[in-house]
């Protein structure tokens, strides 16, 4: 079977849980080979990809192809479809994966399909469009298919590969080569999952009220081991940083579960969070458009609803 190629999204070495996910819908096309893109493997890199199915691990180390903005990641994949003649690369639809999906697209002239949330027989992908409003069936036509995967679209199964190294050079065109890193600024890892790779969302919205009142939804979050988001009334009013805003300005997400709380649900905040297995809404007014979209629908005020929730949680544990 033709290899598909799996660009590996790692932390200080720490392979993220999105790559699990691609390995796992990796095995199901063909012979699922991992890439490893830049310094920092490691054994517990390479148990790890082996133990979700990588029967390849392709490690490009040098600490070039993360020192510059994602062109080097291009290159690199550009090189192994074409010397391993792979059947298809997946990426996470990340805002990175997205972007070297998009350049691998040129450069190997092939189709690309961003923020699928399924991928099945004959690479033909479910994709969310037009803001998420959307779901269509998907198929590249031309050249070799490149999928990009939102997080948490599949549950990571485990099912040992053979792990086989092998060692890759690339050398990189001066295009590649066009926007360097100056700096890395690492942010302080808090204890809750980063918002687009979560399991479970808490997010809050203008019917939070205020920057303090934000506490109750991080109570609940913390009670799920959940990653905390907020609309764009929330961010822009200075409730909540930005980085945490979910929507068509801001992150997509597609948790297992995800709870609104004082929001009305705007399209555009729908289309950061609509492919999300179960949507829980917590709103004072039942005529809020979140409830034609929830499986759920609590109406209520949410400095009530909320803290029930999280004590009953916590009493549960
Ligand atoms: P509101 O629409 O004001 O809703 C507040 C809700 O809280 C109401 O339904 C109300 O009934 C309820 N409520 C109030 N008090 C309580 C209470 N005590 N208990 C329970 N419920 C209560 N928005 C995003 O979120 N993300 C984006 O990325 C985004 N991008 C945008 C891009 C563009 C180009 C534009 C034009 C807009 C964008 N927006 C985005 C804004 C979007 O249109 C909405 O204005 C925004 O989502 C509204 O946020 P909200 O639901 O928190 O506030």
Known sequence: MSEILVLVEQVDGEVKKVTLELLTLARGLGTPAAVWA???????????????????????????????????????????????????????????????????????????ITDAVGLGDGFVAEQSIFGGGVNVQSKVSRGTPIVAVRPNSTAPEAA??????????????????SARIVERVKQEKGARPELTEAAIV??????????ENFSVIEGLADALG?????????????????????????????????????????????????????IVAINKDPEAPIFELADYGIVGDLHQVVPQLTEEVDKRK
Not at 46 to 64: N, Q
Not at 232 to 257: C, E, I, M, N
């Open 38 to 112: 830049g310094p920092g493997y490691t054994p517990d890199a390479k148990a790890k990809l082996a133990e979700y199915g990588a029967e390849k691990i392709y490690v490009a180390g040098s600490e070039e192809i993360t020192g510059y903005v994602v062109g080097p990641k291009a290159e690199l994949l550009a090189q192994l479809v074409a010397g391993k003649s792979a059947a298809a690369v997946l990426v996470a639809a990340t805002a990175e994966g997205k972007e070297v999906a998009g350049r691998l697209a040129v450069k190997i002239d092939s189709g690309v």
């Open 160 to 177: 040992a590969g053979a792990g086989a190294e092998e060692e890759v050079s690339v050398s990189l065109s001066d295009a590649a080569k």
């Open 202 to 211: 808490v997010s809050g919205g203008r019917g939070v009220g205020s920057a």
């Open 226 to 278: 959940a990653a905390v988001g907020a609309s764009r009334a929330a961010t822009d009013a200075g409730w909540y940083p930005h980085q945490f805003q979910v929507g068509q300005t801001g992150k997509t997400v597609s948790p297992q579960l995800y709870i609104a709380a004082g929001i009305s649900g705007a399209i555009q905040h729908r289309a950061g969070m609509q492919t999300a297995k179960t």
